[in-house]
């Protein structure tokens, strides 16, 4: 008797949607040495930014998140689509930066990379939604107000899609928010508070489509670990993980003694690793490994 098998049918078509659509794009903004955003009514600029960038340019953005000097971006649509994008985000950007008084992003550098494999979507958009919540002591992947976590799979999503059409705001708003006479922009925009809201400019039900589960999207945000660092090297980003999911990483290569029981010289290997696979801080193998931040020093010396 043959038994159906749920899991596969909905992994094909995963893949199927997949391989249907695209192509798709994980755009990074540079690191800055300085911050995009300090204030709440300026990371609402940086969201009009991005969402206007879209409209205009036709990139369907699939997820996104916005730290205070960087943004990740995951796109689909045409190369071209893509530049243009880019073009009129930095341009915008530029402009609101001058505005605060702040650096030129004239030579503001963008990557972009195409995610032609499902898994690796999958993963990059675990790093996107997980970026909050790795820089961040404050943060959830899901409860970050400044990202796209909170769309997926959210059965209270209407809680927070209550936001007034675009066409019926004044010509008045809708120039303040697009910083410009141009205020065309695709009737499904929603708005509240002088924010266009992510839940009309994200294709979150695009993204979840390329799931195959809630439990498998919330399953990686839970346990990128490694993944983070892979991804994050291949942006030529650097990021800690938090000290509770290192914790568990670390346990989980000595599962018969587990971090509490290891021995100094487990501990003083485990520390080489953490710093090579996980590119832990000092402090953060002193403090998960509960050895003396001097005899860390000593085996990393800082860089002066």
């Known amino acids: 008797m043959h038994v159906r098998n749920d899991y596969w049918m909905r992994e094909r078509e995963c893949e199927r949607i997949f391989a249907a659509g695209g192509p798709y794009y994980m755009i990074t903004t540079e690191h800055l040495d300085w911050l995009l955003y300090k204030t709440r009514e300026e990371f609402i600029v940086g969201t009009n930014i991005v969402a206007i960038s879209a409209a205009e340019s036709g990139l369907a953005i699939l997820d996104d998140i916005q730290m205070n000097n960087h943004h990740h971006i995951m796109g689909e649509g045409s190369s071209s689509r893509v530049d243009d994008f880019i073009d009129r985000l930095r341009e915008r950007m530029r402009r609101f930066q001058l505005s605060l008084g702040n650096k030129s992003l004239k030579d503001w550098n963008i990557r972009v990379d195409e995610t032609t494999d499902l898994g690796l979507f999958r993963k990059r958009i675990g790093y996107i939604d997980r970026n909050a919540y ?23 999503l209407w809680l927070m899609t209550e936001g007034e059409p675009w066409y019926s705001l004044s010509i008045e708003k809708r120039r303040k928010i697009c910083r410009s006479h141009n205020v065309e922009l695709p009737g499904n925009i929603k708005v509240r508070d002088g924010m266009i809201l992510r ?32 991804i994050a090297r291949m942006l030529g980003e650097s990021i800690q993980l938090p000290n509770e999911e290192v914790f568990k990483i670390v346990s989980s290569w000595y599962p018969d003694s587990g971090i509490r029981e290891m021995s100094a010289e487990d501990r003083l290997k ?15 193998i002193s403090q998960v490994l509960n050895l003396r931040i001097d005899d860390v020093d000593r085996m990393f010396p800082r860089a002066r």
């Not at 839970?222 to 983070?228: I, K, L, N, P, T």
């Open 270 to 284: 485990a520390a080489q690793t953490m710093k090579r696979k996980l590119d832990s801080s000092n402090k953060q």
């Open 199 to 230: 839940s009309s400019f994200v294709d979150y039900k695009r993204t979840e489509s390329l799931f195959n589960s809630a439990n498998q999207y919330f399953s990686m945000l839970s346990r990128q670990g490694e993944s983070d660092i892979e």
């Open 134 to 156: 790795v820089a961040r002591l404050d943060s959830t992947p899901t409860g970050y107000p400044w990202g796209s976590g909170n769309l997926f799979f959210n059965g209270n």
